[in-house]
């Protein structure tokens, strides 16, 4: 019994260990378990109630939209962990990485570009970690000045050209297939998901960011090297904002420098909705993932039911912030 | 607990709290008390970390709603909540400081209660207000510093002016000497005594027996969250009072002496200069262990870590010799490499990660033996973190509990188990038992001894004399940041090292 234990999240006993309020009790209990059940009960909900949800066709939409987020917050997942840091700069890598495999594909073929853009992934993942874990610069500053040169670059030298892909290429043909009803993205999300959940639970480093989510301090005073838990990290973080790029220009076989606005926002919001709390050390993968299905199946039955998109930002935005405060309130039951 | 004869006052009450009872989760951490204080009177409130006394305060300064029972001031009923206890003249005086390091003394003690003018703070009546809190527990210091400039004491007696500014009925203080040394002690006890004289029912929580018997009247003994007995200070001893905290016979076997058999050079430390250190020589030999002892603000804590790296050195060399090989220690990081372990001050924001399980925390600086190929072993982190928990005596040895959830004394064990783990050739301690029990640190220091038996080097700084008089083969008294003095077990009494320790400093503030 004891082993899984030693790398499980806090149980709601433990979260609510500080307190024998009933009230503050029920909070930290719906902030770490609530997202799962408010999860099955909008999957219920929009089987029965919204039209077309449970189409195939639909269902297939919803993973392909799910996957280039889920892959992004994924890695995002990293970064909150490690320290209530976020890396707002997904904006930017995710273009830079989309845009480098269709611009470049035709000149150095796909892996070529692949392997130029995994240069531009580590180069962003270097810079945002070592200002934020050695230089001690604030991670929110960094990453959104990092995110404007990124964006700025790519704007200049493209133009806001858009690059199509050759019909039935081969990133072309990785966009349309499909494993039974399934596209292809979805199991890269899925693949993604296990290995960073292998990472962060049961290596040496995933414990280490983990560590130090929970006491820097303490972290260092181990002999850890804490800038460089920062780094892989931020490394970690570009590595899935990097594969998003590919996964998202596949699916419609076309990059531009603006494909993947308000990307850093969904991210954020998966991993919160999921319950990670952005004070650090407490969260998983798993979390990350339901809080996408989350925001994703919601904004699916929001365009379903005729809502713009307006009305789609409002609502996520709406969710974000109780998913915030409700993760701050968590944090104060138990304290009390 | 109406069975017990315990001991009443014949003094008007000020403060009472009845049959009450606290749980947090499942368990109980205050069952059934009740306490009564009266005017003039120091009450302690005595028990081992875990016995439920920082609850009991936290409930009586309204902090905690109690889950039955309550606490009433002059026979009132106090409505839940601390703005009710606060109004009705109750102040706490928190274990941890509450002060706010950027403000001022004045904004300090002043917080909550700022008097304002038209909306504006009036800061001539601040300061007025302040000084006279000040002059009230006789203390000078400017109005305008800053906290964060201050020494320990100093902010420990502007936390108790903010008490006193609010002219309390009721003044609860939580381990207020646990970061004092002897003479600053001295002074804020006599500067209680002179509180209570004035009328002032004061509630007293302290791990220190003889500053009870040198200013209680009562003392309220807890043990698990109930009352063992309420004894009159005059009618027992001290030995009596640690038999009902402990609920064992403890023998304070403080004079036996280990008989040290040192070996080799493990530490040497040459011309180190930091701030606050101003040139220190220091060795640590196989099989020692050395004290460094000496007033707050002295230099002590900044000393260790500058030697071994935590904090930067302006000059100076540090070398550990292990095995007749001989390496620099360049750099924190490099100190643990090379068998260096480090048990910080302040346990809580150092020491652990205390969200996260008492496994996780030991397996934190032995994560290269405890995983293969970067993978971590959990079924090895089980058998190795409850080995050590058992070494160290955690009670009870649940690895997977946060640690967090266990009392002081066992999470010190626990941060000196996640070093145990390495096997270190020196360990470093920083006031290795401060806020810990009376019985958890009769097992830390026992812990200690053995280590050295077996041939670890140990270097200890602590504030707390008798402790230190008890384990060290040697003790280094340091003032500002320079080594005043060396003493051998034969010539260090508590005389000898605050003569070294406070120099002329001891005339002159009593």
Same mark, same amino acid.
């Given at each position: 019994m004891t082993h899984t234990e030693i790398i499980k999240t806090p149980t709601p006993a433990s979260i609510a260990g500080g307190s024998g309020n009933s009230a503050s009790k029920t909070v930290a209990w719906v902030a770490s378990r609530g997202i799962f059940i408010f999860t099955a009960v909008l999957l219920v909900f929009s089987a029965i109630f919204v039209n077309g949800f449970a189409s195939s066709v639909n269902i297939i939409d919803v993973f392909h939209r799910a996957s280039a987020i889920g892959i992004v917050a994924i890695g995002m997942t990293f970064v909150v962990i490690s320290a209530n840091y976020i890396d707002l700069s997904?904006?930017?890598?995710?273009?830079?990485?989309?845009?480098?495999?269709?611009?470049?594909?035709?000149?150095?073929?796909?892996?070529?570009?692949?392997?130029?853009?995994?240069?531009?992934?580590?180069?962003?993942?270097?810079?945002?970690?070592?200002?934020?874990?050695?230089?001690?610069?604030?991670?929110?500053?960094?990453?959104?000045?990092?995110?404007?040169?990124?964006?700025?670059?790519?704007?200049?030298?493209?133009g806001g050209t858009i690059y199509y892909g050759p019909t039935g290429g081969p990133i072309d043909a990785f966009g349309d297939a499909r494993v039974g009803p399934f596209p292809l993205s979805a199991f890269?999300?899925?693949?993604?998901?296990?290995?960073?959940?292998?990472?962060?639970?049961?290596?040496?480093?995933?414990?280490?960011?983990?560590?130090?989510?929970?006491?820097?301090?303490?972290?260092?005073?181990?002999?850890?090297?804490?800038?460089?838990?920062?780094?892989?990290?931020?490394?970690?973080?570009?590595?899935?904002?990097?594969?998003?790029?590919?996964?998202?220009?596949?699916?419609?076989?076309?990059a531009v420098s603006t494909m993947s606005e308000g990307y850093d926002f969904r991210a954020l919001a998966a991993v919160i909705i999921g319950g990670n709390s952005l004070f650090g050390g407490r969260g998983s993968i798993f979390r990350t993932f339901i809080g996408v299905i989350f925001i994703s199946v919601l904004s699916n039955i929001l365009v379903l039911s005729g809502f713009s998109f307006a009305w789609q930002q409002l609502v996520t935005g709406a969710v974000i912030v109780f998913a915030v405060a409700l993760d701050a309130l968590a944090r104060k039951a138990e304290k009390r | 607990m109406s069975t017990d004869p315990d001991a009443q006052t014949t003094r008007k009450i000020v403060i009472e709290a009845h049959d009450v009872v606290k749980r947090f989760g499942g368990a109980v951490a205050v069952d059934q008390v009740s306490i009564a204080v009266g005017a003039g009177e120091i009450?302690?409130?005595?028990?081992?970390?875990?016995?439920?006394?920082?609850?009991?305060?936290?409930?009586?300064?309204?902090?905690?709603?109690?889950?039955?029972?309550?606490?009433?001031?002059?026979?009132?009923?106090?409505?839940?909540?601390?703005?009710?206890?606060?109004?009705?003249?109750?102040?706490?005086?928190?274990?941890?400081?509450?002060?706010?390091?950027?403000?001022?003394?004045?904004?300090?003690?002043?917080?909550?209660?700022?008097?304002?003018?038209?909306?504006?703070?009036?800061?001539?009546?601040?300061?007025?207000?302040?000084?006279?809190?000040?002059?009230?527990?006789?203390?000078?210091?400017?109005?305008?510093?800053?906290?964060?400039?201050?020494?320990?004491?100093?902010?420990?007696?502007?936390?108790?002016?903010?008490?006193?500014?609010?002219? &309390?009925?009721?003044?609860?203080?939580?381990?207020?000497?646990?970061?004092?040394?002897?003479?600053?002690?001295?002074?804020?006890?006599?500067?209680?005594?002179?509180?209570?004289?004035?009328?002032?029912?004061?509630?007293?929580?302290?791990?220190?027996?003889?500053?009870?018997?040198?200013i209680c009247e009562r003392a309220t003994i807890l043990r698990d969250g109930q009352i063992v007995e309420v004894m009159t200070i005059a009618?027992?001893?001290?030995?009596?009072?640690?038999?009902?905290?402990?609920?064992?016979?403890?023998?304070?076997?403080?004079?036996?002496?280990?008989?040290?058999?040192?070996?080799?050079?493990?530490?040497?430390?040459?011309?180190?200069?930091?701030?606050?250190?101003?040139?220190?020589?220091?060795?640590?030999?196989?099989?020692?262990?050395?004290?460094?002892?000496?007033?707050?603000?002295?230099?002590?804590?900044?000393?260790?870590?500058?030697?071994?790296?935590?904090?930067?050195?302006?000059?100076?060399?540090?070398?550990?010799?292990?095995?007749?090989?001989?390496?620099?220690?360049?750099?924190?990081?490099?100190?643990?490499?090379?068998?260096?372990?480090?048990?910080?001050?302040?346990?809580?924001?150092e020491g652990l990660a205390l969200d996260m399980t008492v496994a996780e925390n030991i397996t934190l600086p032995n994560r290269a033996a405890l995983s293969t190929g970067g993978f971590l072993q959990r079924g090895k982190i089980a058998e190795f973190a409850t080995r050590l928990a058992n070494t160290v005596g955690l009670r &009870?040895?649940?690895?997977?509990?946060?640690?967090?959830?266990?009392?002081?004394?066992?999470?010190?064990?626990?941060?000196?188990?996640?070093?145990?783990?390495?096997?270190?050739?020196?360990?470093?301690?920083?006031?290795?038992?401060?806020?810990?029990d009376v019985g958890a640190k009769s097992e830390i220091h026992r812990l200690l001894r053995e280590l050295a038996d077996q041939g670890t080097a140990v270097l200890v700084v602590s504030s707390d004399l008798p402790e230190l008089l008890e384990l060290s083969d040697v003790i280094h008294v340091v003032r500002d940041g320079r080594i005043m003095g060396t003493l051998s077990p034969d010539e260090a009494n508590e005389r000898s090292v605050m003569a070294l320790a406070a120099g002329e400093r001891v005339a002159s503030s009593s």
């Amino acid at each position: 019994m004891t082993h899984t234990e030693i790398i499980k999240t806090p149980t709601p006993a433990s979260i609510a260990g500080g307190s024998g309020n009933s009230a503050s009790k029920t909070v930290a209990w719906v902030a770490s378990r609530g997202i799962f059940i408010f999860t099955a009960v909008l999957l219920v909900f929009s089987a029965i109630f919204v039209n077309g949800f449970a189409s195939s066709v639909n269902i297939i939409d919803v993973f392909h939209r799910a996957s280039a987020i889920g892959i992004v917050a994924i890695g995002m997942t990293f970064v909150v962990i490690s320290a209530n840091y976020i890396d707002l700069s997904v904006v930017a890598q995710i273009a830079t990485s989309g845009v480098i495999l269709m611009a470049l594909s035709p000149t150095y073929g796909v892996l070529g570009a692949m392997a130029i853009a995994l240069f531009f992934a580590l180069l962003y993942g270097l810079v945002n970690g070592i200002s934020v874990g050695f230089l001690k610069a604030n991670a929110v500053v960094v990453t959104l000045g990092t995110t404007g040169i990124g964006a700025g670059i790519l704007s200049l030298v493209t133009g806001g050209t858009i690059y199509y892909g050759p019909t039935g290429g081969p990133i072309d043909a990785f966009g349309d297939a499909r494993v039974g009803p399934f596209p292809l993205s979805a199991f890269v999300l899925i693949i993604v998901a296990i290995v960073a959940s292998i990472v962060l639970s049961r290596t040496k480093f995933g414990f280490m960011i983990r560590s130090y989510g929970s006491n820097k301090q303490a972290t260092r005073l181990a002999g850890v090297n804490s800038g460089g838990v920062v780094v892989g990290a931020f490394v970690l973080t570009a590595l899935a904002a990097m594969i998003a790029g590919f996964v998202l220009a596949a699916y419609s076989n076309t990059a531009v420098s603006t494909m993947s606005e308000g990307y850093d926002f969904r991210a954020l919001a998966a991993v919160i909705i999921g319950g990670n709390s952005l004070f650090g050390g407490r969260g998983s993968i798993f979390r990350t993932f339901i809080g996408v299905i989350f925001i994703s199946v919601l904004s699916n039955i929001l365009v379903l039911s005729g809502f713009s998109f307006a009305w789609q930002q409002l609502v996520t935005g709406a969710v974000i912030v109780f998913a915030v405060a409700l993760d701050a309130l968590a944090r104060k039951a138990e304290k009390r | 607990m109406s069975t017990d004869p315990d001991a009443q006052t014949t003094r008007k009450i000020v403060i009472e709290a009845h049959d009450v009872v606290k749980r947090f989760g499942g368990a109980v951490a205050v069952d059934q008390v009740s306490i009564a204080v009266g005017a003039g009177e120091i009450h302690a409130v005595v028990g081992e970390n875990g016995a439920g006394k920082s609850t009991l305060m936290r409930i009586l300064a309204g902090i905690l709603t109690p889950d039955s029972g309550g606490v009433s001031v002059n026979g009132k009923l106090l409505e839940p909540g601390a703005k009710a206890s606060l109004e009705a003249g109750i102040a706490l005086v928190h274990q941890e400081l509450s002060l706010i390091p950027e403000m001022t003394v004045a904004e300090n003690i002043l917080l909550g209660v700022t008097p304002t003018k038209f909306g504006v703070i009036d800061s001539a009546r601040q300061r007025k207000i302040a000084g006279d809190a000040l002059d009230q527990i006789g203390v000078s210091v400017d109005l305008n510093e800053r906290v964060s400039r201050l020494s320990m004491a100093l902010r420990q007696f502007v936390e108790i002016a903010r008490a006193v500014a609010r002219n &309390p009925r009721v003044l609860i203080l939580d381990e207020p000497t646990a970061t004092l040394t002897p003479a600053e002690t001295d002074y804020l006890l006599s500067m209680l005594q002179r509180l209570a004289a004035r009328g002032l029912a004061i509630i007293y929580i302290s791990h220190r027996i003889p500053e009870v018997f040198r200013i209680c009247e009562r003392a309220t003994i807890l043990r698990d969250g109930q009352i063992v007995e309420v004894m009159t200070i005059a009618e027992t001893t001290p030995n009596a009072v640690i038999d009902k905290m402990v609920g064992r016979e403890l023998k304070l076997d403080l004079q036996t002496r280990r008989v040290a058999d040192p070996g080799a050079v493990v530490l040497s430390a040459r011309g180190i200069r930091a701030a606050r250190v101003n040139g220190i020589d220091l060795d640590v030999r196989a099989g020692e262990i050395v004290g460094i002892g000496g007033l707050v603000g002295a230099g002590r804590s900044e000393l260790v870590r500058a030697i071994i790296g935590v904090d930067p050195r302006t000059a100076g060399t540090a070398t550990i010799t292990v095995d007749g090989e001989t390496k620099n220690i360049n750099g924190y990081g490099n100190a643990v490499r090379s068998g260096i372990a480090f048990i910080p001050e302040e346990r809580r924001t150092e020491g652990l990660a205390l969200d996260m399980t008492v496994a996780e925390n030991i397996t934190l600086p032995n994560r290269a033996a405890l995983s293969t190929g970067g993978f971590l072993q959990r079924g090895k982190i089980a058998e190795f973190a409850t080995r050590l928990a058992n070494t160290v005596g955690l009670r &009870p040895p649940e690895v997977d509990r946060a640690a967090g959830e266990y009392s002081g004394g066992n999470q010190q064990k626990v941060v000196i188990a996640k070093w145990l783990g390495r096997e270190p050739k020196l360990i470093v301690l920083d006031e290795p038992t401060r806020g810990v029990d009376v019985g958890a640190k009769s097992e830390i220091h026992r812990l200690l001894r053995e280590l050295a038996d077996q041939g670890t080097a140990v270097l200890v700084v602590s504030s707390d004399l008798p402790e230190l008089l008890e384990l060290s083969d040697v003790i280094h008294v340091v003032r500002d940041g320079r080594i005043m003095g060396t003493l051998s077990p034969d010539e260090a009494n508590e005389r000898s090292v605050m003569a070294l320790a406070a120099g002329e400093r001891v005339a002159s503030s009593s």
